[in-house]
């Protein structure tokens, strides 16, 4: 049976990821005639939703949600491997003006004088819950560190002015309408997250998932990668 003639593949992912992935599946299905898709939503929601059995071929999460489903046994044994990394960055409305953010004592003096921050239930969420307790600054900002529901942008919230500050992905803040990305948080405040790839036990067509996750994280889809803000983890 030829790549054309089998069943479509199908992934899960977090929305950190959605348009990148959307660009490497339509380049595997032009250089590769495989035919991928993924459905894409908040990450702590996807994982929710694996746990409880639903099915698909490929997921793509943070790094500790990919970990905890191998741990449960949702994944395929071995195929678990990282594929990119992104910068969490802090953003504001485009209308804000730009705060100073050379230092750690930049930041630490926009967070003071925000109204509000937002922040997200992923990765960058828990990163940014951990550095303020590690600085001291949790009880201080209290009821100003508002969580963007699951499935909800940080960058909603920026629009809606739920927020005079955003820290979240740089892939979910970039390029949005009305947001202005101020950049990474800086020095030892910075943070990367790793975002990996598995065959889902659930997939009926695991040897094929396995290959088109090869493929995705292959060195000519860097470019590709790089394009959308993010970096490649060599295999």
């Given at each position: 049976m030829s790549p054309a003639d089998a069943g479509a593949l199908e992934g899960?992912?977090?929305?950190?990821?959605?348009?990148?992935?959307r660009s490497l599946s339509q380049a595997l299905h032009r250089d590769h005639d495989v035919s991928l898709t993924f459905a894409s939503a908040g990450g702590v929601e996807v994982a929710r939703r694996v746990r409880e059995g639903e099915t698909a071929d490929l997921l793509v999460l943070?790094?500790?949600?990919?970990?905890?489903?191998?741990?449960?046994?949702?994944?395929?044994p071995g195929t678990l491997r990282p594929l990119f990394t992104s910068q969490v960055v802090?953003?504001?409305?485009?209308?804000a003006p730009v705060p100073v953010l050379d230092t750690e004592e930049d930041l630490v003096?926009?967070?003071?004088?925000?109204?509000?921050i937002g922040y997200s239930t992923g990765p960058s969420g828990r990163a940014l819950t951990a550095r303020l307790e590690q600085w001291?600054?949790?009880?201080?900002?209290?009821?100003?560190?508002?969580?963007?529901?699951a499935g909800v942008p940080v960058a909603r919230m920026l629009l809606d002015r739920q927020a005079d500050v955003g820290i979240q992905q740089y892939s979910e803040l970039a390029g949005m309408p009305g947001v202005r990305v101020v950049g990474p948080l800086?020095?030892?405040?910075?943070?990367?997250?790793v975002f990996s790839g598995a065959v889902l036990r659930a997939s009926?067509?695991?040897e094929r998932a396995a290959a088109a996750l090869g493929?995705?994280?292959?060195?000519?889809?860097?470019?590709?990668?790089?394009?959308h803000g993010m970096g490649s983890v060599p295999a």
């Open positions: 899960l992912s977090s929305r950190a990821t959605e348009t990148l992935l943070a790094e500790d949600a990919m970990t905890g489903l191998e741990s449960a046994g949702r994944l395929v802090l953003a504001v409305p485009s209308s003096a926009v967070l003071r004088a925000a109204r509000t001291g600054l949790a009880r201080e900002l209290g009821e100003r560190l508002v969580q963007a529901p800086p020095g030892a405040a910075a943070v990367t997250t009926h067509q695991a493929l995705l994280g292959s060195p000519g889809m860097e470019e590709t990668v790089r394009s």
